[in-house]
């Protein structure tokens, strides 16, 4: 379909080409410098907005973190000031079932407070819990949260928390994607990112979303 005479005009404006009257009306000086400064503000507005993305995208490591009593993911992952992310280090603080609630919340400190010390993080991001079947179990997940949150505190980092929902779209674009499916997600997205088992992967979903979606 051809462009309307109105469209052809406002090409020829924005081209810089001569403007004669057209046949349904004449164009006035304030018709031309109206759509001569709406078309400059659009494309000043669009690449502003493409620096803004481009520039300001948290560079250094983040911790991820997916906690659970019994099988706490933790993951380092770099973000490169090209905007690539490189995997550092990622464990399962694996407790033992003998060992008691105490025990294990203690290991989740200080495997998190190693890590951190290993590496240095700029901050930490943590699955946030969302739905929990009951009170025992949001009594023993929020343990497991409290204890990793206590170590990165310690370390004077800040912590950020992110719905599982949300980590999912951030890794692959689909919030109701499987673990397996985030695990290899992450193994292509990461340089030098095996694919991971699912609770390192789940933490490096929360590193990835954090490090997609908040701006500095």
Same mark, same amino acid.
């Given at each position: 379909?051809?462009?309307?005479?109105?469209?052809?005009?406002?090409?020829?404006?924005?081209?810089?080409?001569?403007?004669?009257?057209?046949?349904?009306?004449?164009? &006035?000086?304030?018709?031309?410098?109206?759509?001569?400064?709406?078309?400059? %503000?659009?494309? /000043?507005?669009? +690449?502003? @907005?493409?620096?803004?993305?481009?520039?300001?995208?948290?560079?250094?490591?983040?911790?991820?973190?997916?906690?659970s009593l019994?099988?706490?993911?933790?993951?380092?992952?770099?973000?490169?000031?090209?905007?690539?992310?490189?995997?550092?280090?990622?464990?399962?603080?694996?407790?033992?079932?003998?060992?008691?609630?105490?025990q294990c919340?203690?290991?989740?400190?200080?495997e998190t407070?190693?890590?951190?010390?290993?590496?240095?993080?700029?901050?930490?991001?943590?699955?946030? &819990?969302?739905?929990?079947?009951?009170?025992?179990?949001?009594?023993?997940? %929020?343990?497991? /949260?409290?204890? +990793?949150? @206590?170590?990165?505190?310690?370390?004077?980092?800040?912590?950020?928390?992110?719905?599982?929902?949300?980590?999912?779209?951030?890794?692959?674009?689909?919030?109701?994607?499987?673990?397996?499916?985030?695990?290899?997600?992450?193994?292509?997205?990461?340089?030098?990112?095996?694919?991971?088992?699912?609770?390192?992967?789940?933490?490096?979903?929360?590193?990835?979303?954090?490090?997609?979606?908040?701006?500095?």
């Amino acid at each position: 379909m051809g462009k309307s005479g109105r469209a052809l005009w406002t090409q020829k404006i924005v081209e810089g080409k001569t403007i004669a009257p057209s046949k349904s009306g004449v164009w &006035t000086q304030k018709d031309i410098a109206s759509v001569k400064n709406s078309t400059a %503000g659009e494309e /000043r507005k669009r +690449a502003n @907005a493409k620096r803004n993305m481009a520039g300001r995208q948290i560079c250094g490591m983040v911790l991820g973190i997916d906690p659970s009593l019994r099988g706490t993911g933790l993951s380092v992952i770099e973000s490169r000031a090209d905007g690539s992310l490189r995997y550092v280090e990622s464990r399962t603080i694996a407790n033992h079932p003998k060992m008691s609630m105490a025990q294990c919340l203690a290991r989740i400190f200080e495997e998190t407070a190693g890590i951190i010390s290993r590496h240095g993080p700029v901050c930490a991001a943590i699955e946030q &819990t969302v739905y929990v079947q009951n009170f025992k179990t949001a009594m023993i997940l %929020g343990s497991s /949260r409290g204890a +990793a949150i @206590a170590a990165v505190a310690s370390a004077e980092l800040e912590v950020f928390e992110y719905p599982p929902l949300r980590i999912k779209q951030a890794v692959i674009g689909y919030g109701r994607a499987s673990k397996e499916q985030i695990a290899r997600s992450i193994s292509a997205l990461v340089n030098g990112a095996p694919i991971l088992p699912l609770d390192e992967a789940d933490a490096s979903g929360a590193a990835i979303a954090h490090i997609f979606t908040h701006k500095i």
